[in-house]
């Protein structure tokens, strides 16, 4: 099992800009997938972005397409989600989740595929 560690959310302004960052430790695997979902009040978790850890992949809702950047530290066991031209809307509990094989193009959307989950950070974008 992976135990993942999200950090770097807090309060920022419309148009602004956020770094999020989810430590990976424990039984981490060469190739995995590594996603971003997020969850509003009385909303669904939705999903965000996803990359496969070799770097060959990547995938962003369209929500957030052009917006957002997903990336990883192989060295540091570590993913970002550089968050850009932040919008209201983004408000949300962002949560890392991790899956030990490469998830396919229907799956890597899906929280269902994922089986190791962070404890979630508050992004709130207000002005």
């Known amino acids: 099992q992976v135990q993942l560690v999200e950090s770097g959310g807090g309060l920022v302004q419309p148009g602004g800009s956020l770094r999020l960052s989810c430590a990976a430790s424990?039984?981490?695997?060469?190739?995995?997938?590594m996603g971003w979902f997020r969850q509003a009040p009385g909303k669904e978790r939705e999903f965000v972005a996803a990359?496969?850890?070799?770097?060959?992949?990547?995938y962003y809702a369209d929500s957030v397409k052009g917006r957002f950047t997903i990336s990883s530290d192989t060295a540091k066991n570590t993913v970002y989600l550089q968050m850009d031209s932040l919008k209201p809307e983004d408000t949300a509990v962002y949560y890392c989740?991790?899956?030990?094989?490469?998830?396919?193009?229907?799956?890597?959307?899906?929280?269902?595929?994922?089986?190791?989950w962070g404890q979630g950070t508050q992004v709130t974008v207000s002005s």
């Open positions: 989740a991790a899956r030990s094989l490469l998830l396919g193009s229907w799956s890597i959307t899906r929280h269902s595929q994922y089986n190791s």
């Open positions: 990359m496969w850890s070799t770097g060959s992949s990547t």
């Open positions: 424990g039984q981490t695997f060469t190739s995995r997938t």
